[in-house]
Nanobody, 122 residues
């Protein structure tokens, strides 16, 4: 399974970006798809995850601003990011976890994309 993330870029504070992640082969419906991010000199942190039936979970700092969704036979996942802040600046990674229940734990995710840079200027 390969994941290809895209959609990153440079945006001003308050702006919006939409990240997409394409999965190379069909994944079973029970797998969880998620987004993580890693800022310079910081640990990788959980951002959001979505289950096969559309249930989702977010880290507190992005609730109400970010929306995760999965599409088309579960082969893509997107992250709509609004009201962006400088502290959202990071490399964003999409990932797939062979789990049924939503999980925030990086070690639960088996497959990872290469990352896409998001930079929010103040």
């Amino acid at each position: 399974v390969q994941l290809q993330a895209s959609g990153g870029g440079l945006v001003q504070t308050g702006g919006s970006l939409r990240l997409s992640c394409a999965v190379s082969e069909a994944i079973v419906r029970s797998q969880i798809m998620g987004w993580f991010r890693q800022a310079p000199a910081k640990e990788r942190e959980f951002v959001a995850a979505v289950s096969w039936n559309g249930d989702s979970v977010y880290t507190d700092s992005v609730k109400g601003r970010f929306t995760i969704a999965r599409y088309i036979g579960n082969r893509t996942v997107s992250l709509e990011m609004n009201s962006l802040k400088p502290e959202d600046t990071a490399v964003y990674y999409c990932a797939v976890a062979p789990k049924i229940r939503l999980t925030r734990l990086a070690h639960d995710y088996r497959f990872w994309g290469q990352g896409t840079q998001v930079t929010v200027s103040s």
